[in-house]
Nanobody, 120 residues
Framework: QVRLVESGGGLVQAGDSLRLTCTGRGSIFMLGVGWFRQAPGKEREYVAGISRGVSATDYADFARGRFTISKDNGKNMAFLQMDDLKPEDTAVYYC??????WGRGAYDYWGQGTQVTVSS
């Protein structure tokens, strides 16, 4: 059984950076990993994904150029580096993993989420 735990969220100002961490309980090195977010009153949306072999990444348009997804299979961790944060990035951020494939689409395992709040 895979369990995912996010950390690293917080309150920052516009233009600041944050690094979110997703720690896997149970091996995640064979899984594709993604980050999603959900703002108040909005549906959950895809942010970024990385293949299980860390050779390929994919980003939503709003994340490309500002966010970077990475994965350390040896440490069973995944990361989302977020730079130049904007107030519209305020949301609960979720880590997810899937047994087959990677990127956009359905995921098999989800974390509980970590709050990111960006003040103007």
């Amino acid at each position: 059984q895979v369990r995912l735990v996010e950390s690293g969220g917080g309150l920052v100002q516009a233009g600041d950076s944050l690094r979110l961490t997703c720690t896997g309980r149970g091996s995640i090195f064979m899984l594709g990993v993604g980050w999603f977010r959900q703002a108040p009153g909005k549906e959950r949306e895809y942010v970024a994904g990385i293949s299980r072999g860390v050779s390929a990444t994919d980003y939503a348009d709003f994340a490309r150029g500002r966010f970077t997804i990475s994965k350390d299979n040896g440490k069973n961790m995944a990361f989302l580096q977020m730079d130049d944060l904007k107030p519209e990035d305020t949301a609960v951020y979720y880590c997810a993993a899937r047994r087959a494939g990677w990127g956009r689409g359905a995921y098999d395992y989800w974390g509980q989420g970590t709050q990111v709040t960006v003040s103007s």
